[in-house]
């Protein structure tokens, strides 16, 4: 089945340490998405990739960066995780072409800094 | 800016019954698009039901309805013959239409519902 592949599904990583989160998509959508939701709040909007083209929320932390090597992988960088950024980081896909406002989520990366 | 109020944090129904979760959105956009996400616990978000605001007719989606209230800015979620798979959080969502891009997600705080047998 065409999907969304988050991995790992839980990651631990230690204060200050660089952490790379990463997803795949079998769905051939040109739109990529990074949420971070903390416990017990709604996801919040990181960036997208529109095709190639890299978008960043105005409140988003430097902290946070992305790359989109190909149409299928996107990774999300944490140069310096601080203990706040602990929460699950979902990633999400959509198309700009049939019904395009459908987003399709992936299960998830719930990451711990120590 | 754009929010979404979900003022219900947790409900609860029995299997077999109906229950409405609430929504209200802020906005002065014309075009736009509301959704109704599903997350089960550990699981992943899933798409359970969409309105675009210029449709005048509700969503339905086998058991699950939408009241749409443009005017008063609101859209509720209506779940008949409640199962025990349907214990999960729901998101609200609204995204404005951009044309020829795609507009981003815009949640609620979610509503915890748990069906009890």
């Known amino acids: 089945d065409a999907m969304v592949i988050q991995n790992p599904r839980y990651q631990v990583t230690q204060f200050g340490k660089p952490v790379t989160l990463s997803c795949s998509q079998t769905?051939?959508?040109?739109?990529m998405y990074w949420y971070q939701q903390k416990s017990s709040q709604a996801p919040k909007l990181l960036f997208h990739y529109y095709d190639k083209d890299f978008n960043n929320e105005a409140d988003t932390p430097d902290n946070f960066q992305s790359r989109r090597p190909n149409t299928s992988f996107c990774f999300l960088d944490i140069r310096s995780p601080g203990l706040g950024d602990a929460a699950m980081y979902l990633c999400?896909?959509?198309?700009?072409?049939?019904?395009?406002?459908?987003?399709?989520f992936g299960p998830g990366t719930r990451l711990t800094v120590t | 800016a754009q929010t979404v109020t979900q003022s219900q944090p947790e409900m609860s129904v029995q299997e077999a019954e109906t229950v409405t979760l609430s929504c209200t959105y802020d906005t002065s956009e014309n075009n736009y698009y509301l959704f109704w996400y599903k997350q089960p616990p550990s699981r992943q978000m899933i798409l359970v039901i969409r309105?675009?605001?210029?449709?005048?007719q509700n969503a339905t989606e086998n058991r699950f309805s939408v009241n749409f209230q443009k005017a008063a800015k609101s859209f509720s979620l209506k779940i008949s013959d409640s199962q025990l798979g349907d214990t999960a959080m729901y998101f609200c969502?609204?995204?404005?239409?951009?044309?020829?891009?795609?507009?981003?997600?815009?949640f609620g705080k979610g509503t915890k519902l748990s069906v009890k047998p």
């Open positions: 999400a896909t959509s198309r700009t072409s049939g019904i395009p406002y459908e987003q399709y």
């Open positions: 309105q675009e605001a210029y449709k005048q």
């Open positions: 769905l051939n959508h040109n739109v």
């Open positions: 969502a609204f995204m404005k239409h951009v044309r020829g891009s795609q507009g981003n997600l815009i």
